[in-house]
């Protein structure tokens, strides 16, 4: 199974940016649809960006859109998330998953454990 770990958070002023590295082991992530989750202080996880399995049509949240971009490279088997004009609402833990099926189900997702990033 692939083993992720993710790097790159932080705290930073409101408009400043930030950019999420996620470093895939074990397998590569050319086998997977690769994303990006946020859990803000008590709520669900949320996806926030992800990239499909054969083509490189992605998805964004629409409260990040014109702001985040997402990246992935295959060569050096990691993909980043570059956030831009940061908000106090993109608040929370990030987390840097993977999933063969696309689905992001629990039963199916591999997940880091992990980047705080603190906007204030």
């Known amino acids: 199974h692939v083993q992720l770990v993710e790097s790159g958070g932080g705290s930073v002023q409101v408009g400043g940016s930030l950019r999420l590295s996620c470093v895939a082991s074990?397998?590569?992530?050319?086998?997977?649809?690769m994303g990006w989750f946020r859990q803000a202080p008590g709520q669900e996880r949320q996806r926030v960006a992800s990239?499909?399995?054969?083509?490189?049509?992605?998805y964004l949240d629409e409260s990040v859109k014109g702001r985040f971009t997402f990246s992935r490279d295959n060569a050096e088997n990691t993909v980043h998330l570059q956030m831009n004009n940061l908000k106090p609402e993109d608040t929370g833990v990030y987390y840097c998953?993977?999933?063969?099926?696309?689905?992001?189900?629990?039963?199916?997702?591999?997940w880091g454990r992990g980047t705080q990033v603190t906007i204030s």
């Open positions: 998953a993977a999933d063969p099926e696309c689905s992001w189900s629990s039963s199916t997702s591999r």
């Open positions: 074990g397998d590569t992530i050319g086998r997977y649809c």
């Open positions: 990239e499909a399995l054969f083509d490189s049509s992605g």
